[in-house]
């Protein structure tokens, strides 16, 4: 099982950006945390009124923004304009190439996302964007899958994505087969097994391994199905 405990992870501080590295990123280089399967970047910004990143291009990943709280600006190359408040996901297939900018909405608060970024099931496809409200249907809600539907984004990867909602004094068992799954902590305390895990912290299993949480105070989790 591989622990990754929140005041572990590698710290940007630029001023206008806060940045908490889950995987090695930019300056932060950690031979023992690249990426779980096809998950390589997992990082916890927090971005001050008025704040930003400029515009800058990527190519053939696949970028997915979650919205803690705030509201996150977004303006791309393919004409996109739109603002993600907390409670969307929006993923960015960055395909054959596609510039973009990343502002915090706001001028008096700031903003508070995870980008994820996950390695393309198929290099070379056309840029796409995508972006819908988070609908929770039950304690684990797909957000983000291969195909999309109603209430998910589509992501070009044989990867899911969902959020997770456990009241306090409930357990929900993860894991479990081939795959493999990762489950980063967004709010609240849970324990899983010996493990007391909170904000920001993470575990991922493999193979035939299982995750037993059980939530100590309401919980707020993104649990990755991967290959």
Known sequence: MYVRQA???GVGDHGWLNSHHSFSFGGYYDPAHMGWSQLRVINDDVVSPGGGFQTHGHQDMEIISYVISGALAHKDSKGNTEVIPAGDIQ????????RH???NASNTEPVNFLQMWVLPGQAGVAPRYQQKSIQ????????????GSDTSVAINADVSLSQIKLPAGETLRLGEGPRQGY????????????LSLGRGDAVGVEGSETLTLTAQSDVTALWFDLP
């Not at 993923?91 to 596609?98: D, L």
């Not at 929770?136 to 195909?147: E, R």
């Open 7 to 9: 005041d572990a992870r």
């Open 101 to 103: 900018s990343e502002f």
């Open 136 to 147: 929770q249907s039950d304690a684990v809600t797909p957000i983000v899958t291969p195909t």
């Open 183 to 194: 489950l980063h902590m967004v709010a609240g305390d849970a324990s899983a097994g010996e």
């Open 91 to 98: 993923i960015m297939s960055a395909g054959t190439g596609i």
